[in-house]
């Protein structure tokens, strides 16, 4: 069973710089395309950035393109979301997802075409 557990939230001033990590286990890291989502306070889950299971295909919603970086280190089971330059909307809870991926090379975008999620981890930009 495919288990996503996220780390590295907190709380941060506007303008500052953050990092996220989701660990991957119970089955192979390569076979998954990758995703982070994160739900607003009082707001419904959004698509943040996806990656393919090479890594080669990345995608960005436009509110944190320029400033998140997304990005997986396939032989230690983990991905990775670099924000800077944080703004109070970004302010959420965020989710790692996975999707069975095989071959496939392209990536997602749509909360209902993952399988997995971890748990979430809090990130707070407040001045």
């Known amino acids: 069973q495919v288990l996503l557990v996220e780390s590295g939230g907190g709380l941060v001033q506007p303008g500052d710089s953050l990092s996220l990590t989701c660990a991957f286990s119970?089955?192979?890291?390569?076979?998954?395309?990758m995703g982070w989502f994160r739900q607003p306070p009082g707001k419904e889950r959004e698509f943040v950035a996806a990656?393919?299971?090479?890594?080669?295909?990345?995608v960005y919603a436009d509110s944190v393109k320029g400033r998140f970086t997304i990005s997986r280190d396939n032989p230690k089971n983990t991905m990775s979301l670099q924000m800077s330059s944080l703004k109070s909307e970004d302010t959420a809870t965020y989710y790692c997802?996975?999707?069975?991926?095989?071959?496939?090379?392209?990536?997602?975008?749509?909360?209902?075409?993952?399988?997995?999620w971890g748990q979430g981890a809090q990130v707070t930009v407040s001045s």
């Open positions: 119970g089955a192979t890291f390569t076979d998954y395309r």
């Open positions: 990656t393919s299971w090479t890594g080669g295909t990345k």
């Open positions: 997802a996975a999707d069975y991926a095989g071959f496939e090379t392209t990536v997602k975008r749509k909360e209902d075409e993952y399988d997995y």
